[in-house]
């Protein structure tokens, strides 16, 4: 999943930290969940879809993150 999210922004001319950025979280938190050392809130990983989302166009769903949830 973290390297569909990285093509996604990537096409848009974003990166991982512009993600982060407009999230409102650091790049070692969001770097940390998407490399599964770390689990994520249902909110945050419903704020993470929408954020990319709306940079990207993308069409990401929570249920396409389970595996990155508590």
């Given amino acids: 999943m973290k390297d569909q999210i990285r093509a996604a922004l990537k096409s848009n001319r974003y990166n991982l930290t512009h993600l982060a950025d407009n999230m409102g ?8 969940v998407l490399n599964k050392k770390n689990k994520a809130s ?19 769903t929570t249920n396409d993150f389970q595996e990155y949830m508590k």
Avoid: D
């Fill in 42 to 60: 249902k909110p945050f990983i419903f704020l993470l879809c929408a954020t990319v989302n709306n940079m990207t166009g993308s069409t990401f």
């Fill in 25 to 32: 979280y650091s790049l070692t938190h969001l770097s940390n």
